[in-house]
């Protein structure tokens, strides 16, 4: 037995909790874990120098059951703590888990037995609850619960993360394989989902909502520039540009639906690292006709069949994507095939 006290076997599940002064809601999240009806875990608790009652809880709690264990992180920031938490895993698979949410009693068992029974997923998520009152989140986690099959994860991943990060479930050996988390000035799991998918890992999720997704108002991804709109589109135009030059046949024209300022900006860095739009589709008739730079805006209507053009979906607004996208399927036109939405 390692000098730790840890028993060295491996096991069915590891879970990676990072925290950094969660006293107000660690004993819910503990407690969650601890009433799982799945019993052989471990705990892998990563401390990210927290100030507060934190530590003085987690020393009570590993005290108290001898699966948790509890780690100082080696720096300060959560992708530190997420490979630091990573590399003393055992388990077959890993599990995150924050320390401001809470699992369902049988979210391991549930997880465990959809990774069973599909042999081919590298990474088994849940559908989640929302424990919020904004808006814009509630529309993001209905959002991210209509991902429900490998395919549908796959093919939205350029619009958003397709899986709330604490809900996943991953294969130990996709770190070997394909690298674990970066450190760097874009949101850490989002980077690792489009690395992994990129690689050709397929997600799945389990059909039930098994983790209740709280939002705190000082949660990381409102206050911290990584988790910015700038750092995601930043991320997804460098994986999205390799995504087009492998799946989108040489010499096809390639449009961007929305021409407006913003949804032109936020493609730019496509532009900056040497792809070229044909043209743009946008509704707004101020919009239509040439830019300075010689290429077209065009009404929907106007998009020829034949030949037919690949179409970046890239319009943000709140319900536009849904109404493109029933456009462009009425027309028969093939997500993934003819078009994709990135927004």
Request: glycine share 8%; hydrophobic share 40%.
């Amino acid at each position: 037995m390692p000098a730790d006290g840890h028993s060295s076997r491996t096991l069915p599940v590891s879970i990676v909790m990072p925290v950094r002064n969660g006293a107000a809601t660690l004993a819910a999240a503990m407690e969650s874990v601890r009433a799982q009806t799945f019993r052989d875990w471990e705990l892998i608790v990563v401390d990210d120098h927290s100030t507060d009652d934190t530590p003085r809880m987690l020393a009570d709690l590993a005290g108290a059951d001898p699966r948790i264990q509890v780690l100082p992180s080696r720096s300060q920031g959560i992708a530190h703590a997420l490979e630091t938490g990573c590399a003393a895993a055992r388990g077959e698979w890993i599990a995150r888990m924050d320390a401001d949410d809470v699992m369902h009693p049988d979210r391991l068992e549930r997880q465990l037995a959809h990774a069973r029974s599909h042999p081919d997923l590298g990474l088994v998520s849940c559908m989640v609850r929302y424990g919020g009152n904004q808006t814009g989140y509630a529309a993001h986690v209905e959002w991210l619960n209509s991902l429900d099959s490998p395919e549908m994860i796959a093919i939205r991943r350029f619009v958003e993360a397709p899986v709330a990060h604490p809900s996943v479930m991953f294969r130990r050996s996709l770190l070997d394989t394909h690298g674990g988390y970066r450190y760097g000035d874009f949101p850490e799991d989002y980077e690792l989902w489009l690395r992994w998918l990129a690689a050709g890992v397929r997600f799945g999720k389990a059909p039930e909502a098994l983790l209740l997704w709280n939002d705190p108002p000082d949660r990381l991804s409102r206050t911290d520039p990584r988790y910015s709109v700038e750092a995601f589109y930043r991320i997804k135009c460098l994986h999205l540009l390799e995504w087009i030059a492998s799946s989108v046949c040489s010499g096809r024209k390639v449009l961007l639906w929305g021409a407006g300022r913003v949804t032109r900006r936020r493609f730019d860095s496509l532009e900056t690292n040497g792809f070229r739009f044909d043209g743009f589709i946008d509704i707004d008739p101020r919009k239509i006709g040439f830019h300075r730079d010689g290429r077209r805006v065009i009404f929907p209507h106007e998009i020829p069949e034949s030949p037919r053009p690949f179409v970046l979906v890239g319009v943000g607004n709140r319900g536009a994507g849904a109404l493109i996208h029933r456009e462009l399927v009425g027309r028969g036109w093939r997500e993934g095939v003819d078009f994709v939405m990135c927004a």
